[in-house]
């Protein structure tokens, strides 16, 4: 997936997915929530500004943020189609390195965040995000209106959102 469907994923996330379904869902930080994101990260196959995007609108939404993390790391390094350019250019070990390689970087991610961040501080970060927006407002979901004018019309925002958010960060650095 490119950076077109990642945003679009990442402003659907925003607009349709209520932060109850996602607390319940991804908000906790054990096997069960980080093997999930993990695996919606490696389906998801973005590219790193489009994974960053999605994960950051995970997070907003309730998503706890060893989740987030794993689901950003497996959706740019779990990708089935690097694995089968792996396989074709380099061969099959190298293939294996690289998924074994992923899968030890998220649990490695999952012990150090599990030890260093509290989830006060989690919670902090998480209140600190919509007053970090670069210049955006992202429209966030109530679960009531997916697929309506106005749903598709609230992805639209968010979408542009992190396009304008992409684009500062290429041309200024900011």
Request: net charge neutral; proline share 2%; charged share 15%.
């Amino acid at each position: 997936m490119g950076l077109d469907p990642g945003f679009a994923l990442s402003g659907i996330v925003q607009a349709w997915v209520p932060r109850a379904r996602l607390e319940r869902t991804l908000g906790g930080r054990g096997a069960r929530e980080v093997s999930l994101a993990t695996a919606l990260g490696a389906v998801s196959s973005s590219c790193s500004y489009a994974a960053i995007a999605i994960a950051k609108s995970l997070f907003q939404q309730g998503a706890s943020l060893v989740s987030a993390m794993a689901f950003q790391f497996a959706s740019t390094n779990l990708v089935f189609e690097l694995g089968l350019v792996l396989w074709l250019f380099l061969g099959w070990q190298f293939t294996l390195a690289e998924f074994v390689g992923g899968i030890v970087l998220i649990l490695l991610l999952w012990l150090a965040l599990n030890a260093l961040v509290s989830r006060r501080n989690e919670e902090q970060v998480r209140a600190h995000c919509p007053r970090s927006e670069t210049g955006h407002m992202h429209h966030t979901a109530d679960g009531s209106r997916p697929f309506t004018l106005q749903g598709w019309s609230d992805v639209a925002h968010n979408f542009r959102g992190d396009l304008e958010m992409l684009w500062k960060e290429l041309v200024g650095g900011s």
